[in-house]
């Protein structure tokens, strides 16, 4: 299988900044997403990253170098409603293999 | 509203007994999916099918099937349940199989007991 590490868990404060890092061991690499899910929902995408280099998204930053196996999310100006899982997919052979998800807490 | 329907929400189910999860789609997606998620470990791919007709397994297949007779549908059936099989069971779809791009729109899920 494919191997994906993220942290377990993460805290910050509403207003801060918080980078969730992704490394990744595959074959047959064809891109790496973002996925935010809350507690008892499904996942939602964030991001997609094919080409080494940084993706901008509003407050959400994803970035991708592909000779390191690494890649960030980056959610700045946190608030509240950030508080969630990000889960980080490697599309491999054009399937998605998901790491185990990393829990974001904001607190006030 | 378009989207994916997975049917049950929420079941307990006896061991031993038949149990087929429903999923349905109105996207004319090409490509489905079944994922089940489970604590620390994330979500992993149970089968999949890239057009109708077409199924393939995923990293967990074993004591799963999975039919594609159109394009809308793709049920999970668990022929004989096991408590190793209660978990949270996910559908998704995209339109993009084969394509690196393949960002999946995925159900509300289907929270399965097996007791």
């Known amino acids: 299988g494919q191997n994906i590490d993220q942290p377990t868990e993460m805290t910050a404060t509403e207003g801060a900044i918080v980078q969730i890092n992704c490394t990744y061991q595959?074959?047959?690499?064809?891109?790496l997403f973002w996925y935010q899910q809350h507690a008892g929902e499904a996942p939602t995408f964030l991001s997609y990253?094919?080409?080494?280099g940084l993706e901008e998204k509003g407050r959400f930053s994803s970035f991708l170098s592909r000779s390191k196996g690494y890649s960030y999310l980056l959610l700045k100006e946190l608030q509240m409603k950030d508080s969630a899982s990000y889960l980080c997919?490697?599309?491999?052979?054009?399937?998605?293999?998901f790491g185990a998800g990393t829990t974001v807490t904001v607190r006030a | 509203i378009a989207g994916i329907t997975q049917a049950p929400t929420s079941q307990i189910l006896a061991a031993g007994r038949r149990m087929t999860l429903r999923c349905t789609q109105d996207m004319r997606h090409n490509a489905m999916y079944w994922y089940r998620q489970d604590l620390g470990l994330g979500l992993r791919l149970i089968h999949y099918?890239?057009?109708?007709?077409?199924?393939g397994k995923g990293e967990v297949p074993d004591g799963y099937s999975v039919s594609r007779a159109n394009t809308d549908d793709f049920p999970l059936t668990l022929a004989s349940a096991v408590p190793s099989q209660t978990s949270v069971y996910f559908c998704?779809?995209?339109?993009?199989?084969?394509?690196?791009?393949?960002?999946?729109?995925f159900g509300a899920g289907s929270r399965l007991t097996v007791l």
């Open positions: 997919a490697v599309n491999h052979d054009y399937k998605l293999s």
């Open positions: 099918s890239n057009t109708a007709g077409t199924t």
């Open positions: 595959t074959s047959g690499f064809n891109g």
């Open positions: 990253n094919v080409l080494d």
């Open positions: 998704a779809s995209s339109d993009r199989a084969g394509s690196g791009a393949n960002v999946l729109t």
